[in-house]
């Protein structure tokens, strides 16, 4: 966590955000032979992988697997070698795909007076806060908030709200102008059962009223197997994916989670 005193992150203003679209553009992510190398140490090797829009695609696997690795190459924050292919639905390549993410936490100083609404108008406007926030800017925060069943949160301080409010917070954020890919690192943890939950369902709502594709991280197995569609196990690479039945039924998975070596 940053030291007391340290100020609410303010998001980067959102270009178009008012231009929300009304669905996914894309029909999947092809990843072809994906690898991954640090300081001359392999981080993950030849990855194949394919995320399709209008379903939840699980990451599991243990510490160390290479599941935040493959999230930083499809964000474009590392260099990797191989093929992230964004296609539509006749096969051709997406142009101008949009991704959507949200971290495990936000780190900030708790005891900041800046409101939800606050911080979600830095995100929707290149005009700064303290100079007043507009209409047409309040009804942005207002709309993005309904989706995650948050409205009512407007105006409470950020640093006040629950673990699984303040995710739904970013899940808002997140989705404002709708992604094409929703990725979600992990977005639960130190989360309440409740609030889980809540997450959740409003994730699986999103999923099928804008057929997005959703890449998920967790190590929440039970939240994988009623939530996800697909799931891909990682271990440096991924060693197996399908649906939730076939992975956890493989010898892979019983490898990997039940196997001394494969413990975390």
Known sequence: MRERGTPV??????????????????CRIEVDNLSVKRDGQVLISDVNLHIHCGELTALIGTNGAGKTTLLRALLGQIEYKGDIRHLTGDGRPAAAVRTGYVPQQLEFDHSSPVSVQDFLAAAFSSRPVFLGISRKVREMARHALMRTHSEHLADRPLGALSGGELQRVLLALALTPQPDLLILDEPVSGMDENGLETFYQTVNELKKRNHMAILLVSHDLDVVRRYADRVALMQGTVIEQGTPERVFASKAFEQVFYSREGRE
Not at 12 to 21: H, M, Q
């Open 9 to 26: 992150p303010v998001p980067a203003p959102v270009k178009g955000a008012s231009k929300e679209l009304s669905g996914c553009r894309l």
